[in-house]
């Protein structure tokens, strides 16, 4: 199974910028679905990203237009561009590796990101 670490989280104004990093242990090259799930206090989980082996990125409504994620292959870290910051999306934010043809999935501890009005 792999390990997964996030940083990049932290305090930002509204409409302030913010770029997550989740590193992976192994590789995921070709193997790993990989995405983002986000987690507000008193709020279920839920998907803000995720992008295919092949780097075709999926995106959640709220995150269109505003959200970019990619992967580096190369350096097993998939990160999460988030621009137009808003109040709302204050989050732990999860990232999340899934073994292809399959529901196996390895989840980070978790990142901060509080936007302030």
């Known amino acids: 199974q792999v390990q997964l670490v996030e940083s990049g989280g932290g305090l930002v104004q509204a409409g302030g910028s913010l770029r997550l990093s989740c590193a992976a242990s192994?590789?995921?090259?070709?193997?790993?679905?990989m995405g983002w799930y986000r987690q507000a206090p008193g709020n279920q989980r839920e998907l803000v990203a995720w992008?295919?082996?092949?780097?075709?990125?999926n995106y959640a409504d709220f995150a269109k237009g505003r959200f970019t994620i990619s992967r580096d292959n190369a350096k097993n870290t998939v990160y999460l561009e988030m621009n137009s910051l808003k109040p709302e999306d204050t989050a732990i934010y999860y990232c999340?590796?899934?073994?292809?043809?399959?529901?196996?999935?390895?989840w980070g501890q978790g990142t901060q990101v509080t936007v302030s009005s």
């Open positions: 192994r590789s995921i090259l070709s193997i790993y679905v």
């Open positions: 992008i295919s082996t092949d780097g075709n990125p």
């Open positions: 999340y590796a899934r073994l292809v043809h399959t529901e196996t999935r390895s």
